[in-house]
């Protein structure tokens, strides 16, 4: 079992440039979810997919995020305009949905993070 | 609103002095309160899952308790390698799935 793994692991762009970041979640995980993380506080939610669809989204999503996961296996995360405030680390949880798996229902588990800096 | 307060913010203690974390939490409905390890530069890494009140887990030196308005981290003899930040999270019934965190109690273990 590989894990969650995150791609890149850092990310240094210029205010006002578009970044893409990936997700590839464990392979029997049917929920993603991604988070953002300042420091010193914990995560906070962003958006949630079950397979392919996207189902919730935080009000934290601005016009300028947007995240897809096509195929119900990886995800991205796209920032438009990237805005000094949105440095930060982003995270990508993934989790089953239960049905007797030895996973428990319910409990994510995170990759490292990408760490976001705008210049 | 869902509200999760993690206390202290920090916390220092010597190799082998056993203390606790709390983790106070307000949810319209628990489905579930996570802990989970994180050192620094990296993502969290889960630790328990506790569903509801009287239920404990231990793990090595950790033990984790819950009450209906609050979780305990116990952590007995510790270790240097403790040291690290301790995020509580809780999930609640109607959501998807997302967790509130709290901001987490940073542990530094003197050897």
């Known amino acids: 079992d590989t894990g969650v793994s995150q791609d890149p692991r850092h990310k240094i762009t210029k205010r006002g440039q578009n970044v893409t970041f990936r997700c590839d979640p464990i392979s029997e995980h049917n929920r993603l979810y991604w988070y953002r993380q300042t420091l010193g506080q914990g995560p906070e939610f962003l958006t949630y997919?079950?397979?392919?669809?996207?189902?919730?989204k935080s009000r934290l999503l601005s016009d300028r995020f947007s995240a897809e996961r096509p195929k119900g296996s990886f995800s991205t995360l796209e920032i438009q305009r990237t805005e000094q405030g949105d440095s930060a680390m982003y995270l990508c949880?993934?989790?089953?949905?239960?049905?007797?798996?030895?996973?428990?229902?319910?409990?994510?588990?995170f990759g490292p993070g990408t760490r976001l800096t705008v210049t | 609103e869902d509200q999760v307060t993690q206390s202290p913010e920090a916390l220092r203690l010597q190799e082998g002095e056993s203390s606790s974390l709390n983790c106070s939490y307000t949810?319209?409905?628990?489905?579930?309160l996570f802990w989970y390890r994180q050192d620094p530069g990296k993502g969290p890494e889960f630790l328990f899952t506790l569903y509801s009140a009287g239920e404990e887990k231990e793990k090595e030196r950790l033990k984790a308790t819950l009450t209906k308005k609050e979780s305990f981290l116990h952590i007995t003899a510790p270790k240097p390698e403790d040291s690290a930040t301790y995020l509580c999270a809780v999930q609640a019934r109607g959501s998807q799935g997302n967790l509130i965190f709290g901001k987490g109690t940073k542990l530094s273990v003197k050897p």
């Open positions: 949810v319209s409905g628990l489905r579930g």
């Open positions: 997919f079950q397979n392919e669809a996207q189902l919730e």
């Open positions: 949880a993934s989790s089953s949905q239960g049905g007797g798996l030895i996973i428990a229902p319910y409990e994510q588990y």
